[in-house]
Nanobody, 123 residues
Framework: VQLQAYGGGLVQAGESLRLSCVVS????????MGWFRQAPGKERRFVAT????????YYADSLKDRFSISRDNAKSTAYLQIDNLKPEDTAVYYC?????????????????WGQGTQVTVSS
């Protein structure tokens, strides 16, 4: 299973971005998709997760007002919409796929990882 994340970039505060994560090589090997982010000098942190079937979602409490996770099963793609971007959102954003049915909040809950896409927000 391979994950390809893209859609990051350099944006100004207040703008929006939509990140995409395409899954190939065995979509049915994963049950949930997750997004994490890692800011410079900090550990990787959970952002949001979604199930391929049913679309159940879960978000980090501090982010759910501006972040929205979705998926397109036909395209084997998960998305992360980020609105009203802030400088503190600057990070590398990683997508991950998990075989477990659980909407995991930890990196250990996921089995496959993409390479990450950089989001930089200027003030």
């Amino acid at each position: 299973v391979q994950l390809q994340a893209y859609g990051g970039g350099l944006v100004q505060a207040g703008e929006s971005l939509r990140l995409s994560c395409v899954v190939s090589g065995g979509t049915f090997s994963s049950t949930v998709m997750g997004w994490f982010r890692q800011a410079p000098g900090k550990e990787r942190r959970f952002v949001a997760t979604i199930r391929w079937t049913g679309g159940d979602t879960y978000y980090a409490d501090s982010l759910k007002d501006r972040f929205s996770i979705s998926r397109d099963n036909a395209k084997s793609t998960a998305y992360l919409q980020i609105d009203n971007l802030k400088p503190e959102d600057t990070a590398v954003y990683y997508c991950a796929a998990g075989r477990s049915y659980v909407l995991g909040l930890s990196s250990e809950d996921y089995d496959y990882w993409g390479q990450g896409t950089q989001v930089t927000v200027s003030s």
